[in-house]
């Protein structure tokens, strides 16, 4: 069983930041790939950062420069700074994870709220 553990969403004003952190547990073995995307209501699962086995980030076009995501491989652990938040980025964030080569898996997702 692959568990993934998120922790840090909440509100925010405009233009300050949070830190996300999602942790992963269970028989995953090597993990290839690690990261966020996210999902505001009646729009699409977009893709935030992630981060993979050898260390390359990417990161959706419309957080670049402000999101950084790293990793500790010791504890399994991502982490998404984000700073500068605007009220667009509100939406639920889910943890990913691609491990074992070929599987997947998802976390139940943290909710993101940026207003004044």
């Known amino acids: 069983q692959v568990q993934l553990v998120e922790s840090g969403g909440g509100l925010v004003q405009p233009g300050g930041s949070l830190r996300l952190s999602c942790a992963a547990s269970?028989?995953?073995?090597?993990?290839?790939?690690m990261g966020w995307y996210r999902q505001a209501p009646g729009k699409q699962r977009d893709l935030v950062a992630v981060?993979?086995?050898?260390?390359?980030?990417n990161y959706g076009d419309s957080v670049k420069g402000r999101f950084t995501i790293s990793r500790d491989n010791a504890q399994n652990t991502v982490y998404l700074q984000m700073n500068s938040l605007k009220a667009e980025d509100t939406a639920v964030y889910y943890c990913y994870v691609r491990y074992k080569l070929v599987l997947e898996h998802w976390g139940q997702g943290t909710q993101v709220t940026v207003s004044s």
């Open positions: 269970g028989s995953i073995g090597s993990i290839f790939v």
């Open positions: 981060i993979t086995i050898g260390g390359s980030t």
